[in-house]
């Protein structure tokens, strides 16, 4: 399994950006995907999550609100759009997978068996 995290940049506050995570592999019925973010100095933390049925998210209190996670399961693709972006939001954001998993907050607590590349966040003021 490979998940590779695309979208990332530099933003003002206030603005939006979307990012993406495409995996590539093999494909299993059931699964739980999120967004993890880390920023300097800060552990990693589990920002949004999403199960194989679309209808099971978990956010973060700190984004909830604002960030909303979605997937494509023909494009084998997730997505994180973020909104009202605020500079705390600055973070290297990783996508994560497990498999055969349907528990979304405790997977987004607790990390994931499969992880891709970060890509950079920027929020500006």
């Known amino acids: 399994v490979q998940l590779q995290a695309s979208g990332g940049g530099l933003v003002q506050a206030g603005g939006s950006l979307r990012i993406s995570c495409a995996a590539s592999g093999p494909t299993f019925r059931s699964y739980v995907i999120g967004w993890f973010r880390q920023a300097p100095g800060k552990e990693r933390e589990g920002v949004a999550c999403i199960g194989s049925s679309g209808g099971n998210t978990y956010y973060t209190d700190s984004v909830f609100g604002r960030f909303t996670i979605s997937s494509d399961n023909d494009k084998k693709t997730v997505y994180l759009q973020m909104n009202s972006l605020k500079l705390e939001d600055t973070a290297v954001y990783y996508c994560?997978?497990?498999?055969?998993?349907?528990?979304?907050?405790?997977?987004?607590?607790?990390?994931?068996?499969?992880w891709g590349k970060g890509t950079q966040v920027t929020v500006s003021s």
């Open positions: 994560a997978a497990v498999y055969n998993a349907y528990d979304t907050k405790y997977y987004c607590a607790n990390g994931m068996d499969y």
